[in-house]
């Protein structure tokens, strides 16, 4: 059995994953998303718990050799400001919690009893993804960069770099 840690981003349509040995050496970090729903009646409609049905398959094929287990999990949770202060469509960030919180059960599914979730602002404060990606580029090691599967469009690459910064600065002594 292989014992991960993990910290999850979840987004309306998508979740990034990134999971750490207990050492706290990445060992993989992917987003998992739906696919295209184009045509489908689903378009454009969020459906949480078919994106955390993608992080469970993930998961359940990430090791070819030995079964998952997830000691801890920590998952971004969002933050509603009041209207003025709000960026997009409030009703979104009901939609990403929904994903979160789906994929917060699916961690029990890995044996998983410490799951947390957890603000942005607790672990990375306010930093624009520029700063993010130069952070976490230069705290991991060639290895470690060699475990992340990056996502197509380019557009999407910051949410998996928010779940490797995320990880590294909850889930590890690492302060990327």
């Known amino acids: 059995m292989i014992v991960f840690d993990a910290f999850i981003d979840p987004g309306k349509y998508d979740a990034s994953i ?3 040995s207990i050492e706290g050496h990445l060992r993989g970090a992917r987003m998992v998303a739906l696919g295209s ?3 489908s009646p689903f378009a454009g409609k969020p459906l949480p718990h078919l994106v955390a049905a993608a992080v469970r398959d993930w998961l359940r094929n990430a090791s070819i050799e030995e079964d998952i287990t997830i000691r801890r999990a920590r998952i971004e949770r ?4 009041q209207a003025r202060g709000q960026k997009g469509d409030q009703e979104d960030v009901l939609d990403v919690q929904l994903t979160g919180g789906a994929c917060g059960l699916v ?3 890995f044996g998983c009893r410490d799951v947390q979730y957890v603000y942005a602002a607790e672990w ?3 930093i624009p993804k520029p700063v ?3 952070r976490v580029d230069a705290e991991l090691s060639a290895f470690e960069k060699g475990c992340i599967t990056w996502p197509y469009p380019r557009s999407k690459r910051h949410n998996v ?3 490797i910064h995320g990880g590294l600065r909850t889930l590890t002594s690492r302060r990327a």
Request: no cysteine; proline share 0%; charged share 25%.
């Open 18 to 20: 990134a999971l750490f």
């Open 107 to 109: 961690m029990l599914d």
């Open 78 to 81: 969002m933050k509603v400001y």
């Open 124 to 126: 990375k404060g306010q």
């Open 37 to 39: 729903l184009v045509g």
């Open 132 to 134: 993010t990606k130069r």
């Open 161 to 163: 770099y928010d779940a």
